[in-house]
């Protein structure tokens, strides 16, 4: 997956709680055993006037102008501010995949649903908690100026404006900290130990060799 080290992202403003994940990726795009092409479907309900199925063609489908994220200065963002609870619901894997596709790298809620957190976190999505009263004031600011922009820090474990007028730290574990840093899913931790795992085999098939024969 990608490195996440610093973004400077566009913000987009969901102000919804409690966004569970079948409004995120609805369940009639489930079906896909790929893990790409998401993107056009996220928030599929919200974001057409008419309900899509696997395999529709989305630029033949109206958009719905009340959305936020089909708004002109919406666009483009990498960034995604929300209420609590975000991600509530079943744990569909789908959702993070969803959102990374969009174009998010970053989604700023005062909680989140337990699963979809960590999920966020193996596919290179990074989930960040502020308490409740900063969120407030990040939709007053996302909704006040257009082209409303946050640096999001990894390494130093904060959100700010690049003119200095907002920071807020944030909580990450050490472990997740590092795999996002280095672009490490549960697959590339496994790589890492690539030269072990194959000098454990080639001892394994010397010392029982028969067992060649039953692969």
């Given at each position: 997956m990608n490195k996440f080290t610093v973004l400077d992202g566009l913000v987009a403003p969901l102000d919804r709680a409690n966004v569970d994940t079948d409004a995120i990726i609805p369940k009639?795009?489930?079906?896909?055993?790929k893990r790409t092409g998401f993107g056009p479907n996220l928030f599929d309900e919200w974001r057409y006037l008419n309900h899509g199925a696997p395999g529709m063609d989305n630029t033949h489908r109206p958009l719905n102008p009340d959305f936020v994220?089909?708004?002109?200065?919406?666009?483009?963002?990498?960034?995604?501010?929300?209420?609590?609870?975000?991600?509530?619901?079943?744990?569909?894997e789908h959702a993070p995949w969803a959102l990374d596709q969009y174009g998010f790298r970053a989604v700023?809620?005062?909680?989140f649903a337990d699963i979809f957190f960590n999920n966020c976190f193996k596919n290179g999505l990074l989930p960040i908690v502020l308490p409740e009263a900063q969120i407030?004031?990040?939709?007053?600011?996302?909704?006040?100026?257009?082209?409303y922009r946050l640096?999001?820090?990894?390494e130093a474990q904060v959100v700010r404006t690049d003119n200095g007028?907002?920071?807020y730290p944030f909580e990450v574990g050490e472990f997740r900290k590092y795999?996002?840093?280095?672009?490490?899913?549960?697959?590339?931790?496994?790589?890492?130990?690539?030269?072990?795992i194959r000098a454990f085999e080639e001892k394994h098939l010397f010392e029982q060799p028969w067992l060649a024969n039953a692969i």
């Amino acid at each position: 997956m990608n490195k996440f080290t610093v973004l400077d992202g566009l913000v987009a403003p969901l102000d919804r709680a409690n966004v569970d994940t079948d409004a995120i990726i609805p369940k009639q795009f489930l079906k896909s055993i790929k893990r790409t092409g998401f993107g056009p479907n996220l928030f599929d309900e919200w974001r057409y006037l008419n309900h899509g199925a696997p395999g529709m063609d989305n630029t033949h489908r109206p958009l719905n102008p009340d959305f936020v994220l089909n708004q002109a200065r919406y666009q483009g963002a990498s960034i995604l501010l929300t209420r609590k609870n975000f991600g509530c619901g079943s744990s569909r894997e789908h959702a993070p995949w969803a959102l990374d596709q969009y174009g998010f790298r970053a989604v700023i809620a005062p909680s989140f649903a337990d699963i979809f957190f960590n999920n966020c976190f193996k596919n290179g999505l990074l989930p960040i908690v502020l308490p409740e009263a900063q969120i407030d004031r990040l939709f007053d600011e996302v909704k006040a100026f257009p082209g409303y922009r946050l640096i999001v820090d990894l390494e130093a474990q904060v959100v700010r404006t690049d003119n200095g007028s907002l920071s807020y730290p944030f909580e990450v574990g050490e472990f997740r900290k590092y795999c996002l840093l280095n672009g490490l899913d549960d697959i590339g931790l496994t790589l890492r130990q690539a030269d072990k795992i194959r000098a454990f085999e080639e001892k394994h098939l010397f010392e029982q060799p028969w067992l060649a024969n039953a692969i």
